[in-house]
């Protein structure tokens, strides 16, 4: 599991583009893409607007999905299918440790009002390789 936990953190530890799903108040399925970054523990975080329908959605219902891991459709690399719980938080020492001059066009800096950071914390992530059905687990 070590092993598999460490290729996972290999794809996540970086700034990247991922698709995250949340669900409507209608209970249908909403994507959008999401700029994340996951740290040692697996939890990843990404930037929105505090007013933003995500926001909303996660406050209606925690459960979201990411996808996440292909950079480049001329080179199929190992991906992730990730299941977790979310929240939004707004607190000042999360957003100052989430801060990067990425978010620096969107946002004024870590205390403006409009920021927020999402704080996913996975309970299945699925290592998907390329020409496999049959991905690898890990589970909280």
Sequence with gaps: MADLQQRILHILHKPQLAALATVTEKNNPWVRYVVTVGDGDLVIR???????????????????????????????????????????????????NFWNDLLAPIFSGPDDPKYSVIVIEPYRIEY?????????????
């Design 128 to 140: 998907c390789t390329p020409g496999s059905y049959d991905p690898e687990v890990w589970t909280r």
């Design 46 to 96: 990404c930037a929105t607007f505090v007013d933003s329908r995500k926001v909303k959605q996660i406050e209606n219902n925690p459960n979201v999905h990411l996808t996440c891991g292909v950079t480049s459709l001329q080179e199929m690399r190992p991906y992730l299918q990730i299941q977790g719980q979310a929240r939004v938080t707004t607190d000042k020492e999360e957003r100052h």
